[in-house]
């Protein structure tokens, strides 16, 4: 079992950058696959980004791609994603993902571990 917990999440403007943090716990020995997704009201969850844990590969989804980065450093079991350039939509609830089988995937299902989500809302 892998715990995850999100924090970085606020109130910000538009144009302000956020880093999120996701510290995973637990069984995290060995490379595992991670990711961000988010929710906004009435909205299903949508994926932003992705990195492998062998390589640090890093997918995005095309509507942040040159905004928000991933990355991750192993040995703090941290995972991040750095925000630039936020707008109202980006407000959301925003969830780290994580899975032992270590391979990039923009859906939700083939991520076994999940955080609690942390809430993002960038007014204009």
């Known amino acids: 079992q892998v715990q995850l917990v999100e924090s970085g999440g606020g109130l910000v403007r538009t144009g302000d950058s956020l880093r999120l943090s996701c510290v995973a716990s637990g069984s995290t020995t060995g490379a595992y696959a991670a990711a961000w997704f988010r929710q906004a009201p009435g909205k299903g969850r949508s994926f932003l980004a992705s990195?492998?844990?062998?390589?640090?590969?890093?997918y995005y989804a095309t509507s942040v791609q040159g905004r928000f980065t991933i990355s991750r450093d192993n040995d703090k079991n941290t995972v991040y994603l750095q925000m630039n350039d936020l707008i109202p939509e980006d407000t959301a609830v925003y969830y780290c993902?994580?899975?032992?089988?270590?391979?990039?995937?923009?859906?939700?299902?083939?991520?076994?571990?999940w955080g609690q989500g942390t809430q993002v809302t960038v007014s204009s």
């Open positions: 993902a994580a899975d032992s089988f270590d391979r990039s995937s923009y859906a939700a299902a083939e991520y076994a571990y």
């Open positions: 990195i492998r844990g062998s390589d640090s590969r890093t």
